[in-house]
């Protein structure tokens, strides 16, 4: 088979592919968000074994929650906002360092947010009954807690209590740190006559699904470590399974681990105690999504005793450094996984650790991209000497080629015969072009993925117009870069093409006019149209990763253009020709 019609196959395969998802794909309609619902906290119905349900939305509707309900505040170190006392949700929760925008005078992060808004997302603790038991009134969502002081601060715990006048009280107290790291304790006074056994349980619930929750290189969703083992469910996922199993998408045991809600750089995690059997579900139930937790084994409160457990909730920022600092203190498990390093995940972290380290040293992400170019290309140094080699000595070969193809014009199965055989005796590769391409696209996927997801790249200002790592050239030469008072891009996502992509594809140009012509006219000009096709194409990628590409491109081409020009035949042929 002619190698060099595979390669091109190839070539434009890959550019129909990329072209589609980067260009097509995100502006097609998608489904609509489902409706927020109201919330309730009944248990689901017991099953015929005595088995004890966990926390569960219920089929019937409950009232909206009063605006004027009593709210405990939270003002620690990093987050501020309250916790309802009407059911006890923490449902209110912004995360102070982070703006939603580059502008300093928008609006923080919001986090968690009470039922009565748009978009109900918040935590929830309480208890269920073990089989066989009648424990009396549970605290449910119409129970209002008592909190012990007004404000939750870091180093200040507050304890929520309530009794149900028959024996019980229950107690929830909260602790926060210096970060994002809640410690949750329930508890049960017992001072009935008889035992109790109940499940103290926790649940985050989410009533919609969130805008741009589709990316195909983004997980967002539904996720946790249960049994050592990773579990993922993205939205779309977790409803279809869920429709099929009585609301549950998914359901597991074991010890340790976490489960949560995760965005793109904002994660809400259930931690459940170290050492401790426990159950984890995923659920898609009345339009909206959640996952809780509880110990496989109810707590057993004697009479005139009292009982809990302690558990942990993380509210906040994927800090890759934080998130292992809690791995290691905490002993969970793999919770440096909340950030999704995808497929490639032994060359995306690497690759962050060391532009991580790059920007500690050089404080710019956009110089630590640069100085990492640099020492991937170091690395590959050899064998890239040896591709630009090969392709000097192709250059060289031109001539004899052009003369094979006159000689032999109607005999085509003949030209590619005697081009092979010339290529054998020459010691040149064909194919050899290639390697340089085929290096980077590992390391340019696994770039992209860190540019993409990680919170560390969010709002990293380069030089100049760029000053967001994460996002897209804000320029558009359709408007004379700013020049004409218009965004052209509001007509078509098209007629956005920023300076950085421009840049990157007169470098790609200028690296391929170095290369040798293919052979064949058809491959030939698709070649001298990717340069186009990949301007446009990045034009919809993150400034990081373009400058990446910009960089890489002139560093190869001062490479090659060196090589090139000390390349010679060891073996001259005239005589073929």
Not at 266 to 290: A, C, D, E, H, M
Request: aromatic share 12%; net charge neutral.
């Amino acid at each position: 088979m002619d190698q060099k019609r595979l390669f091109s196959a190839i070539a434009l395969s890959l550019a129909i592919l990329l072209g589609w998802r980067f260009l097509v794909a995100p502006y097609l309609p998608h489904a609509p968000v489902p409706a927020t619902v109201a919330d309730t906290q009944q248990p689901p119905p017991s099953p015929a074994t005595p088995r004890e349900g966990g926390p569960d939305e219920g089929t019937a509707a409950v009232k909206a929650p009063p605006r004027n309900a009593p709210r405990l505040k939270i003002a620690a170190a990093r987050v501020s906002g309250s916790v309802s006392l009407l059911g006890a949700r923490i449902d209110d929760l912004v995360l102070d360092d982070y703006r939603d925008t580059i502008n300093p005078d928008s609006p923080r992060v919001r986090l968690l947010e009470p039922r009565k808004d748009g978009e109900p997302y918040y935590v929830q603790y309480g208890w269920l009954p073990a089989a066989g038991t009648n424990p009396g009134r549970l605290p449910d969502a119409d129970t209002v807690w008592k909190a012990s002081a007004a404000t939750l601060r870091t180093g200040q715990p507050v304890t929520l209590s309530w009794d149900n006048g028959a024996g019980l009280t229950f107690e929830i107290t909260l602790a926060v740190d210096d970060n994002y790291m809640f410690t949750v304790t329930q508890r049960v006074h017992n001072a009935s006559g008889a035992p109790v056994a109940l499940y103290p349980y926790a649940r985050i619930r989410r009533d919609f699904e969130p805008k741009g929750s589709s990316y195909y290189i983004l997980f967002e969703g539904l996720l946790g470590v249960v049994d050592g083992t990773l579990h993922e469910e993205k939205y779309s996922s977790a409803k279809s399974a869920a429709e099929k199993a009585d609301g549950i998408a998914y359901e597991g045991s074991g010890v340790g681990g976490w489960a949560g809600i995760t965005d793109k750089y904002w994660l809400t995690s259930l931690i459940p105690p170290t050492g401790v059997q426990t159950t984890t579900r995923f659920i898609y139930k009345n339009g909206g999504y959640q996952v809780d937790n509880r110990p496989n084994v109810p707590v057993t409160v004697a009479p005139g005793a009292d009982s809990g457990i302690e558990t942990h909730l993380f509210a906040g920022a994927k800090v890759v450094s934080l998130l292992r600092s809690y791995q290691d203190r905490l002993h969970i498990q793999m919770f440096d996984y909340a950030v999704d390093w995808g497929w490639f995940w032994f060359l995306t972290q690497p690759i962050f650790l060391a532009l991580d380290w790059l920007n500690s040293v050089l404080g710019n992400f956009g110089l630590a991209i640069m100085v990492f170019t640099v020492a991937v290309k170091a690395l590959f140094f050899p064998l890239a000497n040896y591709s630009y080699r090969s392709m000097g000595r192709m250059k060289l070969l031109a001539p004899k080629i052009q003369a094979l193809k006159e000689k032999y014009k109607d005999e085509p199965a003949k030209v590619q015969s005697e081009m092979m055989t010339l290529y054998r005796e020459e010691k040149v590769n064909p194919a050899s072009g290639c390697l340089p391409m085929l290096l980077q696209v590992p390391v340019f996927f696994s770039l992209y993925k860190v540019i993409f997801v990680t919170i560390e790249m969010r709002q990293a200002p380069f030089f100049g117009w760029i000053h967001d790592l994460s996002q897209v050239d804000p320029t558009t030469v359709f408007n004379l870069f700013g020049l004409l008072p218009f965004d052209p891009s509001q007509y078509s996502h098209f007629l956005h093409l920023g300076a950085w992509p421009i840049i990157m594809g007169i470098t790609m140009y200028l690296q391929q006019m170095l290369n040798p012509a293919p052979p064949d006219p058809v491959q030939a000009r698709l070649f001298r149209f990717m340069p186009v096709i990949f301007t446009f194409m990045l034009a919809n990628f993150p400034a990081g990763l373009v400058i990446y590409w910009s960089w890489n491109n002139t560093l190869s081409i001062a490479q090659q253009w060196l090589i090139q020009r000390r390349a010679t035949l060891p073996k001259p042929n005239l005589a073929r020709t």
